[in-house]
């Protein structure tokens, strides 16, 4: 069985109570993450992608919903969003793609605005951290633009930054995932 089959989905209680259902990313969910994508501002993608896009490409969202559960996870967390009460989109997705043959992986987060500030970053990373553990990776690495101060205090609250360094105006930042993850 794959990373992805053996992990159970998963109900999780935001800071302020609002309930989402987190479960791995599947192929079949690229139309949602274009859903996601649209109800994200320009300021989240910029901040997400280090690019204005006005919406999200095709090639894209393709490659971010083909994962295999071990050299690339990812975690969504959904929500029954207005009077579509019956139709769960997409509010966040925390992915790794792991650098061939290391035990390092590369790691983002995107949560669209609406459930951002509710601790809905901090628990998919927390999740994505234990899949990666048990995947043999044992390094995170991601790049951060120094503007996005929400993402670079999450990671200092978490205890993830461990060696910052400021290259072509971006923070890389690279941290041992802590075994208690």
């Known amino acids: 069985m794959s990373g992805a089959q053996a992990i159970q989905d998963k109900h999780l209680e935001l800071n302020d109570g609002t309930k989402v259902h987190v479960r791995p990313l599947h192929a079949e969910d690229e139309e949602a993450l274009h859903d996601a ?74 949560v669209v605005d609406d459930f951002q500030h509710r601790g809905l970053g901090s628990q998919l990373l927390t999740m994505l951290a234990r899949v990666a553990l048990e995947h043999g990776i044992d390094t995170f690495t991601l790049i951060v633009l120094p503007e996005n101060q929400a993402m670079l205090r999450l990671l200092r609250r978490m205890g993830w930054i461990h060696q910052a360094r400021l290259h072509g105006g971006m923070y890389e930042i690279t941290f041992h995932l802590p075994a208690e993850a």
């Open 37 to 110: 994508f649209a109800r994200m501002s320009e300021r989240s993608v910029y901040f997400r992608f280090f690019s204005p896009l006005k919406r999200l490409p095709e090639e894209l969202a393709h490659k971010l919903a083909q994962v295999d559960g071990d050299v690339r996870f990812a975690f969504c967390a959904t929500h029954r969003l207005g009077h579509e009460h019956d139709v769960e989109h997409i509010v966040g997705v925390a992915r790794y793609d792991r650098i061939a043959g290391t035990s390092v992986a590369e790691v983002a987060v995107a």
